[in-house]
């Protein structure tokens, strides 16, 4: 049972993303994975939860790009070039808009009232920005939260218990040092050791891995699941984050098997 839509919506649309690509690569009972695949992207549907049922046809797409496209050096290269090219184009004109994006986002109607929300989080990370709160010291406390100090609003003092944007709630608790050591060993180490495999079967194998993180990565700017250690998407993310690390640690398993200084010594005398 879920609490609301939100945390409902979003163990649905990550099972519609592993019963895809479990369909995808296996074609024993596809369609049975099939058929599961539309039941949850069905109860996805009837949660209203917009922010996930927006997102797993992106995170899908994306690991269908990894898993097909990526795999071609020349396409590879494009890719990255592309990509490079669009972060850049965006973030010149986020700085370029950013006075209309700072109204928007802190509008009441914005965002089902998020932008509140995040306006006192922005406050708050603004007066501790090097070491924040604390890990889980921010929201929940005795005290009700810090959250108190930084709105006028009521209704976010009395029943709101998160963020609901992973990143402002990292750096809120962690500061600027530790956020940025979540988002290294969370994002950017997995999906850099994602697109260095290069073996046609582990990259199958990752595909589910890669897409789920693409999909906790992109949830978490509209909801909160990072480092939340009760929260069935983090706990998705984690075993997503050991699979595609898994291969690294066969690697290493291997070449320890062949490095053994000890049976070079083995039977000779000093």
């Keep these: 049972?879920?609490?609301?839509?939100?945390?409902?919506?979003?163990?649905?649309?990550?099972?519609?993303?592993?019963?895809?690509?479990?369909?995808?690569e296996r074609a024993k009972v596809r369609w049975g994975y099939f058929s599961m695949l539309i039941l949850a992207y069905f109860f996805l549907y009837k949660t209203q939860s917009k922010t996930s049922f927006g997102l797993v046809p992106a995170a899908i797409?994306?690991?269908?790009?990894?898993?097909?496209?990526y795999r071609n050096a020349f396409v590879a290269r494009v890719l990255a070039v592309t990509s490079a090219v669009i972060f850049a184009a965006g973030a010149a004109a986020f700085l370029r808009y950013l006075p209309e994006i700072t109204s928007f986002v802190t509008d009441p109607e914005a965002f089902t009232g998020r932008g509140m929300i995040w306006s006192g989080l922005g406050a708050y990370i603004a007066d501790n920005w090097e070491l924040g709160s604390g890990y889980g010291s921010f929201w929940n406390i005795s005290s009700g939260s810090l959250i108190s100090a930084y709105t006028d609003q009521k209704w976010i003092e009395e029943f709101i218990y998160v963020g609901h944007n992973g990143y402002l709630d990292a750096v809120a608790q962690l500061g600027i040092v530790g956020f940025g050591l979540v988002l290294i060993a969370l994002i950017v180490v997995p999906i850099g050791k994602a697109l260095k495999c290069t073996n046609e079967s582990h990259r199958a194998r990752h595909t589910m891995a890669f897409s789920l993180v693409v999909f906790c990565a992109l949830h978490n700017f509209q909801e909160t699941s990072f480092l939340e250690r009760d929260n069935?998407?983090?706990?998705?993310?984690?075993?997503?984050?050991?699979?595609?690390?898994s291969q690294s640690r066969r690697k290493v398993a291997v070449a320890t098997q062949h490095f053994r200084p000890a049976e070079q010594f083995r039977g000779s005398r000093l």
């Design 1 to 24: 049972m879920h609490i609301e839509k939100n945390a409902a919506g979003a163990i649905a649309g990550a099972a519609t993303i592993i019963f895809f690509f479990t369909a995808v």
């Design 61 to 69: 797409l994306l690991g269908l790009g990894y898993r097909f496209l």
């Design 232 to 245: 069935p998407l983090f706990v998705l993310l984690c075993f997503s984050l050991a699979l595609l690390s």
